[in-house]
């Protein structure tokens, strides 16, 4: 079917930088929207950046004028880069996309696997 493959990520200081990749494999047909949620120990998962295929994009106040959200979509690939980063940022990463499979009329949701982030003070 479909995968998501999630890289980037680690530990950074407060005020430091990283980015995130993710990148959707499979029987693609279209892919609608890709997007970040994240979720931190004892916190529900939230989001944190959409961006539609044709590029329209919708960031989390909370991390709007600090991160980017941006795709390759030949290679199916979307991108997310944190600067300033607090603590409070420090969480496991979800890459999503709403995908629609060859032979579907609709999209469905896919997950990543997740990636750590921590950001020391």
């Known amino acids: 079917q479909v995968q998501l493959v999630e890289s980037g990520g680690g530990l950074v200081q407060a005020g430091g930088s990283l980015g995130l990749s993710c990148a959707a494999s499979?029987?693609?047909?279209?892919?609608?929207?890709m997007g970040w949620y994240r979720q931190a120990p004892g916190k529900q998962r939230e989001l944190v950046a959409t961006?539609?295929?044709?590029?329209?994009?919708n960031l989390a106040d909370s991390v709007k004028v600090r991160f980017t959200i941006s795709t390759d979509n030949p290679k199916n690939t979307v991108y997310l880069q944190m600067n300033s980063l607090k603590p409070e940022d420090t969480a496991v990463y979800y890459c999503?996309?709403?995908?629609?499979?060859?032979?579907?009329?609709?999209?469905?949701?896919?997950w990543g696997q997740g990636t750590q982030v921590t950001v020391s003070s």
């Open positions: 499979g029987s693609i047909f279209a892919i609608n929207l």
């Open positions: 961006i539609t295929r044709s590029g329209r994009t």
């Open positions: 999503y996309a709403d995908i629609t499979n060859w032979g579907q009329v609709r999209g469905y949701d896919y």
